[in-house]
């Protein structure tokens, strides 16, 4: 399965790696600046979800790079989820369920919304 995401653990190497610190200005958790890891070359060009294209922003910055590539956040978690939840199905022989998650993907490509997240049957 293509891995479109950061797992807990990789988050929690790359975490480490930076010292939780934005990149951009330094500040992390104990500033209350907030601390995401975020991929240094983004997924819609191409970034994979390796260590090395780790990185951590600060909220303030977070935002901002998902207003420059014109991402919502919102709807970016919950099209993640849901290719989760049919990788899920799939795993799991749910033929019913796969169904069902591979509809609510087509909604969003019907929509075009999170075109950047790759989804692959
Ligand atoms: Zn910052």
């Not at 930076?18 to 975020?38: T, W």
């Not at 939840?85 to 993907?105: I, N, P, R, T, V």
Request: net charge positive.
């Amino acid at each position: 399965m293509l891995r479109i995401e950061f797992s807990d653990k990789q988050k929690q190497k790359i975490r480490k790696i930076h010292n939780a610190r934005c990149v951009l200005c330094g500040l992390g958790e104990k500033e209350g600046a907030g601390s995401h890891v975020a991929s240094r070359v983004p997924r819609q060009d191409g970034g994979e979800a390796v260590i090395s294209n780790g990185q951590i922003l600060c909220t303030k910055h977070k935002n901002a790079r998902f207003d420059a590539e014109k991402i919502d956040p919102k709807t970016d978690s919950g099209k993640n989820f849901i290719i989760s939840m049919h990788g899920l199905a799939k795993d799991k022989k749910s033929e019913h369920y796969q169904e069902f998650f591979a509809k609510l993907l087509k909604v969003y490509k019907a929509h075009n919304i999170d075109k950047h997240i790759a989804w692959k049957k």
